[in-house]
């Protein structure tokens, strides 16, 4: 017998909010309105583009989401706090340089606006591929596809959608190549 189990994996949690479209344009103002008013403020935008100053607040809709979601990640005897939560507007040709976030456990991202075409993915990288690089090159490409080990794993961005990862997890996004601003919410979660 032969049993090839995919372990020690990292979660990568995919979501959607109902009802986005209900305050979709309202944030969409809100976040321009914000850009009109402050200077960028660079966390991983090295690529150009605009992130904002720290933000108070998630929409409602998405923070009642992420309570949802986290009831159901995490145990009775734990809970998370949202730390820094900021906006990111990635204008056309803009991008953002591989990075972490450190001293958190989580990373989320929100899609707020997702113009048509190749508005830029999201990569995550195999947090095991500086250590297993070889064997991830020579594993069997069906086995690979089973145990979901590639080396990284690209996320189109959904609008009305997001994602939330492990903070370690390396990973950038790729060059906006529509002409229009693609809009998105990170935030950082401890859990304590
Ligand atoms: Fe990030």
Redesign the pocket.
């Known amino acids: 017998m032969i049993n090839c189990i995919s372990a020690f994996t990292s979660p990568i949690i995919q979501y959607g909010v109902a009802d986005s479209e209900s305050f979709r344009s309202k944030l969409i103002a809100q976040i321009y309105d914000e850009k009109e008013q402050t200077e960028s403020v660079s966390y991983?935008n090295g690529g150009g583009g605009w992130q904002s100053p720290p933000q108070r607040k998630l929409p409602e809709l998405v923070e009642s989401t992420l309570s949802h979601i986290m009831s159901n990640v995490l145990t009775e005897d734990y809970a998370y706090t949202i730390g820094n939560l900021w906006y990111n507007v990635n204008t056309p040709q803009s991008y953002?340089h591989k990075?972490t976030?450190p001293l958190c456990d989580l990373?989320a991202i929100y899609y707020v606006k997702v113009p048509e075409g190749d508005c830029g993915r999201i990569e995550i990288e195999n947090p095991n591929y500086f250590n297993q690089v070889k064997l991830l090159d020579a594993m069997n490409p069906k086995l690979k596809e089973d145990m979901l080990s590639f080396t990284s794993m690209w996320f189109p961005p959904v609008e009305g959608t997001g994602l939330i990862f492990p903070s370690h997890l390396m990973?950038r996004v790729s060059e906006n190549n529509t002409t229009e601003d693609r809009i998105s919410i990170?935030w950082n979660i401890t859990i304590s």
């Open positions: 991983s953002n990075h976030h990373a990973h990170s």
